[in-house]
């Protein structure tokens, strides 16, 4: 049962234009969301995340959407540029009932590429 | 802080033999995760440490994988017998607090043949 999806395994855009990568969720009891970027041979890093008290969050070129009713999230880079090619994971969390750790819960992936 | 490391980054191995990653956490860092990549499924959670102790295993395909957390600074994840469909790349992950911002290893690539 996957709880986040990414229906896109990859994205390909023009250096200066829009990347959208989109995401799905089905879990109604999460409550903050995250994307992730990953290169080759490293491990994910933290991009940019949302609380779903809000509706976005911006910073700087990224910029995340939460649409709660339809539960779909997207993260917006505007400009790209061809050092935003990798790996793009959205992520879930649910507050796990306010104890002291929480369980991300991940999706696919999209393998974005900015061309020069 | 040099991060969470993970070794050894690759590995090859035969099927049937036993295989052990190891992932040292961030000081500090209260809550350990150990997810494995593929293509079909992303980033799948395995198993997770809260103050070493073991939180939620129900992510662990099968009884071939245990994990371990003898102490704050190492944990193992161990598969035996291996088969060639455990090939994948694991990654290793610790937090603090509430586990926003996650920070992961390098990860360990697994082959086995």
């Excluded at chain 1, 949302?50 to 070129?61: M, Q």
Aim: hydrophobic share 30%; aromatic share 12%; proline share 6%.
């Amino acid at each position: 049962d996957q709880q986040v999806k990414q229906n896109s395994p990859s994205l390909s855009v023009q250096e200066g234009r829009i990347s959208i990568l989109n995401c799905d969720y089905t879990n109604s009891m999460f409550d903050y969301f995250l994307w992730y970027k990953k290169y080759p041979a490293e491990g994910p890093t933290f991009l940019i995340s949302i609380s779903s008290i809000k509706d976005k969050n911006e910073d700087g070129r990224f910029t995340v959407f939460l649409n709660k009713s339809a539960k779909h999230l997207s993260l917006h880079i505007v400009p790209s540029q061809p050092g935003d090619s990798a790996v793009y994971f959205c992520a879930a969390l649910t507050n796990a009932g306010g104890t002291s750790y929480g369980k991300l819960t991940f999706g696919q992936g999209t393998i974005l590429t900015v061309h020069p | 802080d040099a991060g969470v490391i993970q070794s050894p980054r690759h590995e090859v191995t035969e099927m049937g033999q036993e295989v052990t990653l190891r992932c040292k956490p961030i000081s500090g860092h209260n809550s350990l995760f150990w997810y494995r990549q593929t293509m079909m499924r992303g980033l799948e959670l395995l198993i997770y440490f809260n103050n070493n102790v073991p939180i939620d295993d129900s992510g662990m395909p099968e009884d071939r994988f245990s994990a371990k957390m003898p102490n704050a600074s190492f944990s193992t994840l161990k598969i035996q017998p291996s088969e060639p469909r455990d090939s994948a790349v694991y990654f290793c992950a610790s937090s603090s607090d509430r586990g926003y911002g996650y920070t992961f290893g390098s990860g360990t690539r697994l082959t086995v043949v």
